[in-house]
């Protein structure tokens, strides 16, 4: 059978071969190599990206770091009260964050809170006053609790939250946080879970559900409906600081702040 050149190069492209015949003179051997075809084959979809463990990702990241460096802190704060934890943060030195911050944010609101509210990294403000969530940002999660009967403020239980972060020190230029950054400071984030025991979660942002899920979907991909962390209902929605810049999602917002709410009047 005779191969045309645009037949040759889609098998080529398929990963297959033309047999040559014993004894073809060399230029049809050459000929079995064209040129790329005129209209390319498509490659096939590329798969969907994969639940991906933050420590994995980590692992990968820094590789090169001995795995004993992040043992001793994540078993030494797993034990830790309230007080010690506090202070524990405060004089954390795990990673470079700690040359270029002002203070710890290490969070704020009711030890005992039914809600507890993850975000992702300190900002310049929070590195300034030792918050989580102040600025723009903070004031429109105030409106947004607010609205649901809850405050950051002294409250009952069932009427406030604690509010923190997966990183306790802002990065500088509030870019975004690094793998390692992230597992370094995740043993702090699980004890302040572990201490609340809050009934909900409300993970805010990419990294908080990358540490919290473990996974790399896109949020919009994960809010709508109730995922776990250790048994505790969690439901994911926006950063603040994204609806100030996406305001048409702030409705997705609100849906996903009464779906957490549904889970308590249950």
């Not at 972060?165 to 302040?192: G, H, I, M, V």
């Not at 009934?199 to 979907?217: N, T």
Request: glycine fraction near 6%; hydrophobic fraction near 45%; aromatic fraction near 4%.
């Amino acid at each position: 059978m005779a191969w045309t050149d645009r037949q040759r190069a889609m098998l080529r492209a398929m990963g297959l071969s033309v047999w040559t015949p014993p004894g073809a003179p060399i230029e049809a051997v050459a000929d079995a190599s064209p040129a790329l075809p005129e209209a390319p084959v498509p490659s096939p979809p590329a798969p969907e990206r994969p639940i991906v463990p933050i420590r994995a990702a980590v692992a990968a990241a820094a590789a090169a770091e001995p795995t004993e460096a992040l043992e001793p802190l994540a078993g030494e704060v797993a034990t830790l009260d309230w007080s010690a934890l506090r202070a524990a943060v405060s004089a954390c030195r795990a990673c470079a964050l700690c040359e270029s911050r002002t203070q710890t944010v290490f969070g704020v609101g009711n030890p005992s809170a039914h809600w507890m509210i993850v975000g992702e990294a300190p900002g310049e403000q929070e590195d300034l006053r030792g918050e989580p969530f102040v600025g723009p940002a903070g004031q429109l999660l105030d409106a947004m609790l607010k609205a649901l009967g809850l405050t950051r403020s002294e409250a009952p239980p069932q009427q406030q939250v604690f509010i923190a972060n997966t990183l306790k020190c802002r990065p500088p230029r509030n870019r975004n946080p690094e793998p390692s950054e992230l597992a370094r400071c995740e043993p702090f984030l699980r004890r302040q879970l572990a201490l609340v025991q809050p009934k909900v979660i409300l993970a805010m942002g990419r990294f908080a559900v990358q540490s919290l899920l473990r996974s790399d979907d896109a949020i919009g991909r994960l809010r709508g409906r109730v995922h776990r962390y250790e048994g505790v209902p969690l439901v994911v929605t926006y950063h603040p600081a994204y609806l100030l810049r996406q305001p048409a999602d702030k409705a997705k917002a609100w849906e996903d702040l009464c779906l957490a709410a549904s889970l308590l009047e249950r």
